[in-house]
């Protein structure tokens, strides 16, 4: 019964590390895809841009798939109420006691406690779940640095010579 109260807790830590996770995965496909960029741009030209596009979201992926093999048990879902509530160690001392079966009075006593205290506990407030800025920031810079060089690759040296002025185009087209 202690750990059902837990689960909603723990889903928040499952999904703060999915996202984390991704974000860092993403961020260090997107590290990998800029210097395959200018490695292309640099040395291989014949090598196709679908690699950079590749390593980015297949960062992105193994940090996803990474968050599936974390372990989180309800003793990390514990120890965030604990923290959150100022409770010391109330919530892991009582799963302890229904972990043990004790049938000692002052353990049940501590138990009811926990079970009532987490029913007014949001989870949310406990695990807060947020995009890591810093991270994503970095991740998002290289990306567009990776579109800017991609765009700037692709034009040829005509488009980047050609005279836009107002006046040629008049003259261009009388």
Not at 12 to 31: I, K, P
Not at 113 to 118: G, S
Not at 137 to 150: D, E, I, R, S
């Amino acid at each position: 019964m202690l750990e059902q109260k837990l689960s909603a807790v723990t889903l928040r830590l499952r999904l703060a590390a999915l996202l984390r996770r991704s974000v860092a995965g993403l961020a260090a496909g997107s590290a990998c895809g800029l210097l395959l960029t200018v490695i292309k741009i640099v040395a291989l030209p014949q090598l196709s841009w679908g690699w950079a596009g590749a390593l980015m979201g297949g960062g992105l992926v193994v940090g996803a798939l990474s968050s599936l093999f974390g372990s989180f048990r309800s003793e990390d879902a514990a120890r965030g109420v604990d923290g959150q509530c100022d409770r010391k160690d109330g919530s892991v001392t009582a799963l302890q006691f229904v972990s043990e079966n004790s049938t000692d009075a002052v353990h049940q006593l501590q138990v009811e406690k926990t079970r009532e205290q987490l029913a007014d506990v949001d989870p949310s407030q406990c695990v807060p779940v947020r995009v890591p800025t810093r991270t994503a920031g970095w991740a998002g810079g290289m990306m567009a640095a990776v579109a800017c060089l991609f765009v700037l690759s692709t034009l040829t040296p005509d488009d980047a010579e050609a005279d836009v002025s107002p006046l040629s185009l008049a003259v261009e087209q009388s």
